[in-house]
């Protein structure tokens, strides 16, 4: 894809306006949006991983265009679920909903009946001004064959009465530079709301630890990656030298398991930083001397203290 044509396009749909708007990407859990985000955006800003659940805050990303600023909210995966840090989630993904000009929603089109897409369908039916238009993503269509795409695209249409629905594949794709048109073409006129060197409204800290817990989730199995808590503790330039010194400790709700994140040897722990620290230089633009902790932090997921010390519930 050459973003120079998309911002071609893109500027040609505005008809010479200013438009500006917040998009709320929002879908079960799993089902492409972070990496569809990186796609929009051209740049990996939210961290992807097979496993569901992996988006665990609420995450700006901004595509700046010649006519547009379009900010892209990048949320959890909204799901059922009775465990406080699971709810804390879904009012991240409900609130971005709340404040976006448009609405994104994206489904999996391989698999389109999912209980979880009736829960978001009840939540855009229950909000009591649904201003912002709805654009219905049909992603993964690569997975679908073609016989079925009509027929699945009416049934959503009568099931729903979305602005637009358009089909797209995250994975190689397709049709997503026509999904930044159509965004576009719902965007309200207005003035850009970040300067245009901003990429996001997250700090670095943000993203140092979301590349730590990147690298935990794609390191760690079975269900150790859901007890990893990432904090940054410092970030300090070492005067007149291209280095960095970055200071972070890695939470985990149990003593066994901190010592399988720590490894042999420390090898594991090791390995996280390894794979970690290429792309936090890349963030910073320097070279990085990385330090590393474990702790325990007991059942920190049901612990409403430690979710707003690590900011997945708001103060």
Do not use: C
């Not at 808590?229 to 939470?251: C, M, N, P, W």
């Amino acid at each position: 894809m050459d973003p120079t044509n998309d911002k071609a396009e893109a500027a040609e749909t505005a008809g010479g306006e200013f438009r500006a708007a917040y998009v709320a990407i929002i879908g079960r859990p799993n089902v492409g949006k972070s990496t569809l985000v990186n796609r929009l955006l051209h740049q990996k800003l939210s961290i992807v991983s097979p496993r569901p659940q992996t988006t665990w805050h609420r995450i700006l990303g901004i595509r700046n265009l010649p006519q547009a600023q379009l900010l892209f909210l990048d949320t959890p995966g909204m799901h059922r679920s009775d465990a406080v840090f699971n709810q804390g989630l879904v009012r991240a993904a409900l609130r971005a909903m709340a404040d976006a000009d448009v609405i994104l929603w994206l489904i999996d089109a391989s698999q389109p009946d999912d209980p979880d897409d009736q829960l978001i369908l009840e939540q855009l039916r229950e909000q009591k001004a649904p201003s912002a238009p709805v654009i219905l993503g049909l992603n993964k269509v690569d997975l679908v064959e073609k016989p079925l795409l009509l027929p699945l695209i009416a049934r959503w249409q009568e099931r729903y009465a979305v602005a637009e629905i358009v089909p797209i594949s995250e994975a190689t794709g397709d049709n997503v530079d026509r999904l930044e048109s159509v965004l576009l073409r719902h965007a309200p006129a207005g003035h850009p709301f970040y300067p245009p060197e901003e990429l996001s409204d997250r700090p670095e800290r943000f993203f140092i630890a979301e590349i730590l817990r990147e690298q935990a989730f794609a390191l760690l199995h079975q269900e150790l990656p859901y007890a990893v808590a990432v904090q940054v503790e410092a970030v300090k330039a070492r005067g007149g030298k291209d280095l960095t010194d970055v200071e972070a400790t890695i939470y985990v709700e149990k003593e066994g398991q901190k010592g399988i994140v720590i490894g042999a040897g420390g090898q594991m722990l090791k390995r996280i930083g390894e794979r970690s620290r290429p792309k936090i230089e890349a963030l910073l633009g320097t070279r990085v001397f990385l330090r590393l902790w474990v702790k325990v932090r007991e059942g920190w997921r049901t612990d409403v203290t430690a979710l707003k010390r690590f900011g997945y519930l708001e103060p």
